[in-house]
C-alpha cells in the first residue's frame, strides 16, 4: 500500500489505542482507507459535507472486490470456515484435505482433540467443545457430517434423519439453516458460541457444542454431547479460561 501525503482521515489522529489486529484484517482497512481518501480529496468538499451528504453508497462492491483483488494478488489465500466455501472459490481460499463431500469414510481429525479408551459403558472419549446452553441432559444420537449442498438438498427432501447430531464446519449456519430445527445435537468444528449457528442452535433450544476439537468420528457413529457441561461465556473467551463439553464415541464395550 502506497503512503499517502492527501488529507488526514478523521480515524488518521485516532487518540485511543484499539487491539492489535490480524494482518489480514490490518491491510484490508489501509485499502479501505485508502480508497475513502482518494475519494474525498477529489470531491473538493470538507469532511462533514463528505461523509454526511449522499455519501452512504460510498463503501461498494465493485470497492471491495477490487481490495480482494489486490490482497489476493500479493499471494494471501483466505482460511475457509465452511467446506463449501473452498468448494466454491478454490481460487481464493487455502487448500484444506477433506474439504469436499460427507462420505462415510471422513473424520475431523483435530490435533489437539483429547481422547480416551472406553469406559465400562463402552464410551470413549474423543473431543471436547465450547457449550453453547447447559441443558438438563446430555445428548446422543447419530453423528452425520453436514458439508455439502447436496446433503442438505437430500434432507429437506426427505427430511432429516431421527436422533441426527450434525457434525459441521460452518458456523455461519447458512448451509444449514433450512434444516437445523431437525437436528437432536450440533458438533461445530470452528466458531465460539457467539457465533451465527451458535445463537440459532440456542433459539432451537438445541445442544451444540462449538469450536470442537474432535477425532475418530465417523459418518453414521453414535455420539453422546456433554449437554450438561457449563457453557461458555464471552468472559470466558476474554480471560482464556478453558470451559468445555466433552463428546464421546460409543464402541463396543
Keep these: 500500500m ?8 478523521p480515524i488518521d489522529s485516532a487518540r485511543y489505542q484499539r487491539p ?44 471491495m472486490a477490487d ?3 489486490r490482497i489476493l494478488a500479493s499471494g494471501h489465500r483466505f482460511d475457509w470456515s465452511a467446506s463449501i466455501s ?33 469406559d465400562e459403558r463402552g464410551w470413549a472419549l474423543r473431543g471436547v467443545g465450547d457449550n453453547v ?55 461445530c468444528a470452528g466458531g465460539t458460541v457467539r457465533s451465527h449457528l451458535g445463537i440459532l442452535t440456542r433459539e432451537y433450544n438445541i445442544p451444540c457444542l462449538m469450536n470442537a476439537r474432535i477425532t475418530g468420528i465417523r459418518d453414521g457413529d453414535t455420539v453422546m454431547i456433554e449437554a450438561t457441561a457449563p457453557a461458555k461465556t464471552a468472559e470466558d473467551y476474554q480471560n482464556n479460561v478453558e470451559r468445555t463439553g466433552r463428546v464421546w464415541l460409543k464402541g463396543d464395550i
Design 67 to 69: 481490495i480482494e483483488a
Design 133 to 187: 446452553v447447559r441443558h438438563a441432559k446430555d445428548v446422543t444420537g447419530v453423528a452425520r457430517y453436514i458439508r455439502s449442498n447436496e446433503r442438505v438438498l437430500s434432507y429437506l427432501t426427505e427430511g432429516v434423519p431421527a436422533g441426527t447430531i450434525a457434525v459441521i464446519d460452518d458456523s455461519g449456519g447458512t448451509l444449514t439453516a433450512p434444516i437445523i430445527d431437525q437436528f437432536a445435537g450440533v458438533i
Design 86 to 118: 473452498a468448494q466454491e472459490r478454490p481460487d481464493i481460499y487455502k487448500p484444506a484435505d477433506g474439504a469436499a463431500g460427507d462420505s462415510e469414510n471422513f473424520m475431523f481429525a483435530h490435533p489437539e482433540a483429547q481422547t480416551a479408551d472406553a
Design 2 to 9: 502506497r503512503e499517502s501525503s492527501l488529507k488526514k482521515l
Design 20 to 63: 492489535v489486529a490480524s494482518p489480514l484484517v490490518e491491510a484490508t482497512l489501509g485499502l479501505v482507507r485508502e480508497k475513502i481518501r482518494d475519494a474525498w480529496q477529489a470531491s473538493g468538499q470538507g469532511w462533514n459535507e463528505f461523509a454526511m451528504r449522499g455519501n452512504d453508497a460510498l463503501v461498494t462492491g465493485e470497492m
